[in-house]
């Protein structure tokens, strides 16, 4: 390597964080529908401030833009931080192919909403923003949890405590639910036998 290349890669910019969400002044939009407050289910959770109705845009997920590289990096050191200490352990949520957003900030309180088995919102991308929309009417004051549509893989890393009726006790899509119950059979087997 030349001396010039070496110059090149030291007068590299880096590059402005892009967040998404935020307007011109940098300011996070108010979102009437939610508060933040302790949760039965971890830590603290996010709460319907009034009477929601029905197929409605509850609250956006902010956050910076990230390239898949950077977000694996920042959700390993989160899990990590997560094994010693009440935080969670999955802030960042996939935005397409190649860009998550890392929602993991005071001012994205979207970030709260804990996960359910049996979720009052859904998580839908719209036009490139993340929304979360709700699935029936909401009464004041119920936790606002979505499912977070965990694949089966990790399934052992996220023990789910939503406490619904009908709870598979992982943090694990729906889709994979029958998949979950099997194999959680199989090592009950292995362990008896
Ligand atoms: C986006 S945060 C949700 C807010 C979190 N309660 C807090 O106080 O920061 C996601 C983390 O919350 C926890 N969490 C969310 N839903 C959960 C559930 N149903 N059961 C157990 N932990 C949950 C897990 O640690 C997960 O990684
Ligand atoms: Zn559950």
Known sequence: MGKDS??????????????????????????PYVRASSSSIHNRGLFAATDIPEDDYVIQYLGEIIKKKESTQRANAQHDLSQTEDVGSVYIFELDDKTDIDGNFDWNIARL??????????????EGEIWLVSLREI??????TFDYGYALEHWED??????????????VRKED????EKLKKRRKKKKVS
């Open 139 to 144: 009464e004041e004051g119920e936790e606002i």
């Open 177 to 180: 639910w029958n998949k979950l």
């Open 113 to 126: 909403a804990n996960h359910s088995c049996s979720p009052n919102c859904e998580a839908q991308n719209v």
């Open 158 to 171: 996220h023990p789910c405590l939503c406490g619904s009726d009908n709870c598979v006790g992982h943090i």
């Open 6 to 31: 070496k110059k090149k890669k030291s007068s590299k910019k880096k590059k402005a964080p892009v967040y998404l969400g935020l307007d011109k002044n940098g300011e996070p939009p108010e979102f």
